[in-house]
């Protein structure tokens, strides 16, 4: 299976003010809703005193010329500016100044809980990093089994074998095993 760079201790790093925890919500580690979840605001990734002001989060762990799955199971229902919920989320960024929005918006009277969504990176863009979406500084909460792994497509050899690098039940891959046949794999899980 691809490895999940979806991670608190890397998503740490890449805060604007290292020095400080004076801006909370940078990936810690909290439950939410009964589920172990990453909490990421916006606010210690801007600093309006920078060009550019935002922060290009894991800018490091992309690959020019690989594509990428987003998978993300985010709470958004704090998300509240004058009694009113707000997106928050995060916003893929590529090489060509192009962008996909990856927003949630909660609902604090009714709450969503965690909301999913699956991005599959176009071909031929290169992400350079991702933005976090800055609308109001409360946080998004990111359930720990939300990924971004490198897009490795299915296939099925003649011989019926299947050259999998990564399955995870969603519409980003499909793959069909029939009666009798056999799957062999390192890890295999179920969300």
Do not use: C
């Not at 989320?89 to 604090?108: A, C, E, K, L």
């Amino acid at each position: 299976m691809a490895q999940n760079i979806f991670q608190s201790e890397w998503i740490y790093e890449y805060r604007y003010n290292k020095n400080t925890n004076t801006y909370p919500y940078y990936g810690e580690l909290v439950e939410r809703n009964g589920a172990v979840s990453m909490q990421i605001g916006p606010r210690p990734f801007y600093n309006t005193a920078r060009t550019p002001t935002y922060s290009y989060v894991l800018a490091d762990k992309f690959e020019a010329g690989k594509r990428y799955v987003f998978d993300l199971w985010v709470d958004t229902d704090d998300v509240v500016y004058n009694g009113s919920n707000k997106p928050a989320g995060i916003i893929i960024r590529y090489s060509d100044d192009t962008t996909t929005n990856m927003h949630f918006t909660g609902n604090q009277n009714s709450p969503l809980g965690f909301q999913h969504k699956i991005v599959v990176t176009p071909e031929g863009k290169d992400v350079v990093g991702f933005t976090v979406h800055y609308s109001t500084s409360p946080p998004g909460y990111y359930r720990l089994d939300s990924t971004i792994t490198e897009y490795d497509p299915q296939s099925i050899k003649k011989n019926g074998i299947a050259d999998v690098g990564n399955t995870k039940e969603g519409d980003y891959g499909n793959a069909s095993f029939v009666n009798g046949g056999k799957v062999y794999t390192n890890g295999l899980y179920e969300t």
